[in-house]
C-alpha cells in the first residue's frame, strides 16, 4: 500500500476510534442521544457560480449563513489527469476548460444545519443563462432495505440571499433525470437518522444513477462525461470532516453504481465504472445486499443535459480547445485499452468512414455515390459501417482507425470524440436543420469540419417524406456530395507522414 494510502486508512481508523470514545463517554456521563457533528458547516458559493462572460448579480447586505459560523474553502489541486492539457483563453476556459470545474467547486454549498446528523453538499454551475446545474453530495445516509430509501439526518438551512436553488428546486430534465429527480426518488430527509451515528473507518461511496436513456451514444455519453466531471470536483474540494478530498483515487475501490431506472443496460454502461470498483447495482433488485445499517457518501451527479458540452449547441462558438472533453475522450479510450493521441503508422490510403443509418435520416443513392468517389479520387479506402451493429469497443477501434468521418446529422457523428488528432468530420446536415454541435465537437479537439445541408427533394423509391427530420430520408446532389467529400479527402493530403499533392 502507498505512504498516502496507508496515512488515510490511519487517520480514518484513527478518526472513527476517537469519535468512538466521545460518543460512548458522553453517552454514559449524560445518557443523551448524540449526532455527528461537523467541523466545517458550511462551503459559500463564490461570485454567485457564474461565469465570467456573465454579469454578476449585485451584493446583498445579508450575510449569507449568519446563523453558522462559516469556515473558509480549501483549494485542492487539480486532478493529475489535467496537469498537462493547454488552457483555452478565459472567454472559452469557463466553460470548456478547468476553470469550469474550479468555479464548480468553488460554489459548494451546505444544505444542512449543524446540528443534522448528514450533511448534503451541492455545487451549482450557471453556464447557461436559463437555468441552473447542481450535483450534490450527502455523507451519513443510511439505507432502509425494505422501503428502497436512503434517510439522510438533515435539517435543511435557510439559504436566503445565497443565490443558490433551494432543495426541492433544483434543475430537472428530460425523461425525469436531474439530481431533483434522482433525491425526490432515492433520499428522504429525516430530522436525524439515529441516536448515535458512528462513521466507517474506510467509508463507502454509491452513486445514484438515473439515465434518460440507454442507446443513444450523444445523450449518454454526455451524463457519463457529466458523472466524471462531477468526480474531478468532488476531487478538488476539502471534506468538512476530514482533511483530505469529497472523493480521492483511493475510493474508487469502495464506490459503487446504485441503478434507480428501469432501462437496459445498453452498450455504454461500462463506462458508469470509471470512478467505481464494485459491482453494479439496481435499487428494484429483490437480491440487493445492503443492510439497514449502511453507512453511505451518496454522489448524485451532474445532469447529461448540464453538461458544459450541450450548451449552446444551435450556436457558432470559437472555442478551438477543451481539456474537458480531451480528458474525457482519452478516459473513455483508455478505459477500453486503446491508446490515444500517440503517433500512428499510417497506412498509405486515407481511411473515410461513412456512418451508415440503416432505419432514419438515410442518404439516398449513398451506395452509388461512394462507388462513384471511390473510382475517382486516389489514395483512399472507403469504409461504410452501420455502427448501430457493432459492439462500442468495436466503434471505438472504426474511429480510432478513420482520417475521414462522414455521416447525416445524428449521434453516430459523437464518434468524432474518438478520431486521432488532427482528423476530418463531415455533416450532411437535413434542409433547414442548422445545429451547431458536432461541429463544435471538431473544433474544441482540432479536426477540420465540412458541412453541407441536403435538400426536399426526393427519388421514385425514396419520395420525399415531408415530414419530421429526424424521420425523414436525406438527398443531396452528386456533384455536392462529390465536392464536399474532394474538399475534406485532401485536407488529409499532408497530415502525419503522408505526402500527395493536390
Known sequence: MSLRGSRRRLLRIGASAIGVFFVLFLFTAYQLPLAHQRQQPLLEPQSEFQSSSEPQQPATDKQPGAEIENAPVSALDLPPEYTEVKEPPPACADRFGTSYITKLRDSATEYCTLESSGGLTCFHSKTSSSRVDSFCFARGALFNQDERVFSLGCGLRDLDGLGVPK??????????????????????????????????????????????????????????????????????????????????????????????????????????????????????????PFLNTSFENLIVPLNGGGNPLWQGDWEIHTCDDSPLLRTFSHRVLNHFDFVPDTPREQPPEIILTFINRTSTRHLINVEEYLEHLQSEVPHIKIQSIDFAAISFVEQLAVAQETDVLVGVHGAGLTHGMFLPHHSAMVEILPPDLNHKGFRNVAALLDHSYFSAHASKAGTEDKPEKRGDWHEDDVFIEKDKFMDIMNVAIKSMYNRGSRNYDV
Open 167 to 288: 432543495y426541492k428546486e433544483f434543475t430537472n430534465y428530460w425523461y425525469d433525470t436531474g439530481p431533483g429527480h434522482t433525491l425526490d426518488k432515492a433520499v428522504r430527509l429525516e430530522d436525524n437518522t439515529s441516536s448515535i451515528i458512528v462513521p466507517e473507518s474506510i467509508p463507502s461511496y454509491t452513486l445514484l444513477l438515473k439515465r434518460e436513456g440507454a442507446n443513444n451514444i450523444w445523450h449518454s455519453l454526455m451524463e457519463i462525461f457529466s458523472m466524471t466531471l462531477t468526480l474531478d470536483v468532488l476531487r478538488m474540494t476539502q471534506h468538512p470532516d476530514e482533511p483530505l478530498p469529497f472523493f480521492t483515487n483511493y475510493d474508487i475501490e469502495n464506490t459503487q453504481v446504485l441503478v434507480l431506472d428501469d432501462l437496459e443496460e445498453g452498450p455504454y454502461f461500462d463506462l458508469w465504472s470509471l470512478f467505481a470498483d464494485k459491482p453494479t447495482l439496481r435499487i428494484n433488485d429483490p437480491a440487493l
